[in-house]
């Protein structure tokens, strides 16, 4: 079955240590999400890629990193200058962004 | 910039009971608009989706939401909610341009728990 899928599940990570998500996908889409989903809140755009080699940032970059090397994948590097990294992360994948999005699982990430 | 406001952050509803999400957004231009949701458990899945056309669009489990250009909404309705609509409801809008046709803006969701 053709899907996203996000690992790991749950991630822990120490204060000042850099960690990356993963974000695969099979559906042959061209468009990859990052959104960051808070408690209360909806979600936040970090960074979204349209093709590969390229990708942009979205509202809340700071201290986000990512690379776009295949179609297939779309990884999220959160840096130690993320000051409140603790939260849920999910990765979207479309067509074109105006057929809506296919997300993930999510990855929540706890600093310890 | 674009943004998205769901007036409802907790709705309660009993079972058989007609629902309505307000959506309003903030965008001049074209957009297109999505609803998202995510039962407990699960992923976040596409509701329903508005591009062009019949302002009035359905989509799947018996939803429906309705376009008013003029009031900038896109409310999420369903005649008669059964206690498996639980779940959160998120309504999304992204301007209608190719160059940015990707980058959806997302309200901050509406939890609905129908009683059964």
């Known amino acids: 079955d053709g899907g996203i899928t996000q690992s790991p599940k749950y991630l822990f990570r120490k204060e000042g240590q850099n960690v990356t998500l993963s974000c695969e996908q099979n559906l042959n889409h061209d468009a990859m999400y990052w959104y960051r989903q808070d408690p209360g809140q909806g979600l936040r755009l970090i960074y979204y890629s349209q093709i590969v080699n390229d990708f942009q940032k979205g509202d809340i970059a700071e201290g986000y990193s990512v690379s776009r090397e295949k179609k297939e994948s779309f990884p999220l590097t959160v840096t130690s200058a993320q000051k409140n990294p603790t939260a849920f992360y999910l990765c979207?994948?479309?067509?074109?962004?105006?057929?809506?999005?296919?997300f993930g699982s999510g990855t929540r990430l706890t600093v310890v | 910039a674009q943004s998205v406001s769901q007036h409802n952050h907790h709705v309660i509803l009993s079972e058989a009971a007609s629902l309505e999400l307000g959506c309003n957004y903030s965008y001049g231009g074209t957009v297109n608009l999505f609803w998202y949701v995510q039962y407990p458990g699960q992923h976040l899945q596409l509701l329903l989706k508005?591009?062009?056309?019949?302002?009035l669009v359905k989509g799947i489990k018996g939803f429906e939401a309705e376009f008013i250009k003029s009031k900038f909404s896109f409310n999420l309705r369903k005649p008669s909610v059964q206690w498996s609509d639980t779940a959160e409801y998120f309504c999304a809008v992204n301007p209608g341009t190719n160059t940015n046709a990707g980058k959806s803006t997302f309200g901050d969701g509406t939890t609905l728990t129908v009683k059964p």
């Open positions: 508005y591009f062009s056309g019949d302002p």
């Open positions: 979207a994948s479309s067509v074109t962004g105006t057929y809506g999005y296919t």
